[in-house]
Each structure stands twice: as C-alpha cells, then as structure tokens.
C-alpha cells in the first residue's frame, strides 16, 4: 500500500493513542538547523504573506494538521507558518533519504512534533507515519499518499473523521485518483499538483533546476557535449531536458505519449524508444512516476560510466535489484554515488539509490519555486479545515466527501498575484470594451 519500502506487517489499532513526543536523530543539530530554516524564510515572502492572512482569519486555531512532505527547510518554513497561525502541527518526511536531521531537530524545538530521521529503514519509516496518524489529524497534506494510503487501509474508523486533504505531487494524485474510483476515499483531497501555480513552476522550474543541482553535486562531472537521456516528457521532463540543453548537452527523450513525444521534437530532442537510447547516453534521468522504466535490457545496453539518475517520486522507475543482478560488484565511490561493474568491466553510476535525486542528493527545488508551491498548500489546507464549519447541519458539503477537487481557481491567482509582486512585475488589467469582446461572440 505505501511505496516507500515498507512491508506490509502489523496492523495498527483504530482506536486512541498516546500522542508522542518528537522523534529525530540528535536534537543538539537544532541551531544548525535554524539557520537552514532562517535562510529559506527570508526569500519565501509569498508564503508569509499567506501565513499572515491565514493567521489573521484564525480558521486554522486549533486545528490538527498531519504532513508527509520532504523534511527540508522550506517544508520547515511551511510547518511553522501553520504552527504560528495556531495549528497542532505533526510531521514525517515522506521520503528516507530527504529528511535533513539538522532541520528536523530546529522543527521539533519550535513546537510542531517531528518524527523523521534520514536515512530510515522502512519500519521507523512506516511507525514515522502512524505517529503522524496517532495525533488524529483533522487535515493532512501529502506528498505521494504514503499517508493517505496508510490512514485508509488500516485505521478506516479514522479515515472517516478526518475533514479533508491535500497532495502535493502527481504520483500521489495517481494514487488517489484510482481509490476514488474504487470507491475507497473518505474525504476530498484537494490537488495543489494541479494547480496552474504549482505544476508550472514546481515540476518543471523546480525539477529542472534541482535535479541537476543533485546529479552535479554527487558527480562533479561535466554536462556540455555530453549526451543525456530523458524517460518522460511531462511537466519534469521538460524541466530536466530544457536545463540539460542550457547546459550544452544533447538530449535525447524517451516517451510512451504521442503528443508529448511531439512536444519533445519541436523543443530540439531527439526521441527515440529507451532501449536504442540508452547505449547513446552519459546521463539517463527518470522522470515517469512510472515503474520499470530502465530494466534489466535496457542496464544491458548501457555504456561505461553511464550516470542512472532518477527525479520521479518513488524509487521504482530504476530497476536497481535488477542492476544488482547485472554486476559482478558493488561499491559507493562517493557519497550519492554507488558504482556498479558489470563482468565485461563497464562501470554504471546509480544516484541516491534510485530515489529522487533532487532531494536524495541536493536539497529539492529552489526556495522560490517552494514559497509558491506551500503558499497554495497553506491556503489548501485552511479550505480543507473549514470544511466542517462550511457544511454544518448539511451532508457532503460543497466538495464531494471522497474525491480529488481542484484547487479553486481564486487561490491559484492569489498566490499568482503575490508572486508577481515578489518578482517586481506587474501586468496590465483588461478595459471594460476588451472584457465585453472576450465574452461576446457577435
Ligand atoms: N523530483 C521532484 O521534486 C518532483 C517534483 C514534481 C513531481 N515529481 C514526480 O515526477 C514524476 C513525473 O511527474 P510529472 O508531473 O512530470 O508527470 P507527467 O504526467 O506530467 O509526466 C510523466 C510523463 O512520463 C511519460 N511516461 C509514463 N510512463 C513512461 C515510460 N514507461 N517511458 C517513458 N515515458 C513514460 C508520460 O507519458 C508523461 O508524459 C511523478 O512521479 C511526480 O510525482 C517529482
């Protein structure tokens, strides 16, 4: 059910726990750790400006919020700006290798309760998440519904009093979406990876950016004439592909959707099926959110020094035990790098295990890209705590109990709005004749 690696053992009561106090690795990296959290805070001005009118409303005082996110420190400055407007705050790191212990141990001093550490093995993982659980959240946000999966699966008494969700990525709406369809979810869960304001910018800005940021702080090796292969051409792809051609890379593009293979073409890739591209490749980046998508033919086919990266949310799109099979030997040559050699002698470079390398290797997209992404979070979740309030003395509410909503159109031009703002630009207003025209068809 959850993705992360954890086996499917013990069952977990339905009933009330104790609530536990924080759980991270060392509580003394806090100051270390504040000041990761201080630099993040200065240049994320459209989520305080959220933060203030959401404290100033007062909807979220008292209100228990459950987070799965990348434990860094712009998830830090989200986590606090809910904690300040006077929300009970619980948090996990939805992903073993992107938890920073320093920012986890300044998170827990502040006042929300953390259980997070890097590095987890799936069963901490799986007990970070039913610690998030046990504080009875009554609105959760996701990051590639580990939680979501969790809470509905095993604790459905739960599931049913929660008022509602958001998810923060497009793996974690694929998952959501398909137990909507099955009938399975018991709340709305609001789709800020959808929104105009997040994908845009995110998944293609973010991902552009911060999986190179990872792949060249791991490697140290050089992009310019070298050739690199993207597998998918969604909202990452492109943002991984364009930043690999402004490094000086030719790109070559694996797809399975026609269009989106077209789009590639006209914006100069190559695209070619995975298997002939590989041979060809210095750098191979997943960006799928699917699973299998480099197997065991395709490591075959790969050359010496390849460098197997992966930006799609879970660890599945690299076949790494089938990687394991190919080698004869295994060894990590520097710290996000492990060498595999394969019997003939070639030597391939898998990146943080196969998991996320932007956040396995670096740390995740730009703070800029992530003031917008949790600005909408923030405004999200206080939409998803009303709820109750809303739908008071009336059945289902105006969101359907049990689907994936859109984010309202009004909180994707705010946080537009906002930013342009932050960024010194301004746009012009459309005159009444101009308004007129555009809804007239005489
Ligand atoms: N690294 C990050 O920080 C980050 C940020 C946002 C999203 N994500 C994750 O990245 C993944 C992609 O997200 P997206 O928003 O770009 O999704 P998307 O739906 O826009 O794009 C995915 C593309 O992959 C293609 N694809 C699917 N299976 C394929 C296969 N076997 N071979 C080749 N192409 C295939 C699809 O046709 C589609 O064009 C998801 O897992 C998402 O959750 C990661």
Request: glycine content about 12%.
């Amino acid at each position: 059910m959850a993705r992360n690696g954890f086996p499917g053992e013990g069952g977990v009561a339905d009933g009330p726990e104790a609530v536990a106090a924080s759980t991270v690795r060392d509580a003394g990296l806090a100051p270390a750790g504040r000041l990761k959290v201080e630099w993040a805070e200065a240049h994320m001005p459209v989520l305080a400006r959220v933060a203030g009118g959401i404290a100033q409303r007062g909807r979220m005082r008292g209100v228990t919020v459950g987070i799965c996110l990348h434990l860094e420190a712009k998830t830090a400055c989200l986590a606090l700006a809910l904690h300040r407007a006077g929300a009970r705050v619980a948090i996990t790191g939805s992903n073993p290798l992107s938890t920073q212990d320093d920012v986890a141990a300044a998170l827990a001093a502040a006042g929300p309760r953390v259980y997070a550490w890097h590095g987890c093995s799936p069963q901490e993982y799986r007990s970070f998440l039913n610690a998030v659980l046990d504080s009875r959240p009554d609105v959760i946000l996701d990051d590639g519904a580990d939680l979501l999966a969790l809470l509905h699966a095993e604790r459905p008494a739960q599931a049913a009093r929660v008022r509602g969700a958001t998810e923060e990525t497009t793996t974690g709406l694929h998952r959501l979406r398909a137990m909507a369809a099955e009938g399975v979810l018991r709340f709305p869960v609001i789709a800020v990876n959808d929104a105009r304001m997040k994908y845009l910018f995110d998944n293609r800005y973010g991902t552009g950016q911060s999986a190179w940021e990872g792949i060249l702080r791991a490697t140290n090796r050089l992009v310019a004439g070298a050739t690199v292969l993207v597998c998918g051409y969604g909202w990452c792809g492109k943002g991984v592909a364009r930043r690999a051609q402004g490094l000086g890379a030719r790109v070559l593009v694996a797809e399975v959707d026609p269009v989106a293979a077209n789009e590639a073409v006209l914006d100069g890739c190559r695209v070619r099926p995975a298997l002939e591209a590989v041979g060809e490749a210095d750098f191979i980046v997943t960006c799928t959110g699917n699973r299998g998508v480099l197997r065991r033919e395709h490591l075959e086919r790969c050359r010496d020094g390849v460098v197997l990266a992966n930006a799609g949310h879970f660890n599945v799109e690299i076949d790494v035990e089938g990687l394991r099979a190919l080698a004869e030997s295994e060894r990590t040559v520097r710290p996000a790098v492990t060498e595999f050699r394969l019997r003939d002698g070639r030597r391939l470079h898998l990146l943080a295990e196969g998991r996320l390398v932007n956040l396995a290797a670096a740390d995740g997209h730009p703070i800029e890209i992530m003031d917008i992404s949790f600005a909408i979070q923030a405004l999200c979740l206080e939409r998803a705590a009303g709820r109750v309030a809303e739908t008071a003395g009336g059945g289902g509410g105006p969101e359907p109990a049990g689907r994936v909503v859109p984010v309202p159109e009004e909180v994707d031009l705010e946080v537009a709005r906002l930013r342009l703002e932050a960024a010194g630009a301004a746009i012009d207003a459309l005159t009444p004749e101009q308004g007129t025209y555009m809804r007239s068809w005489r």
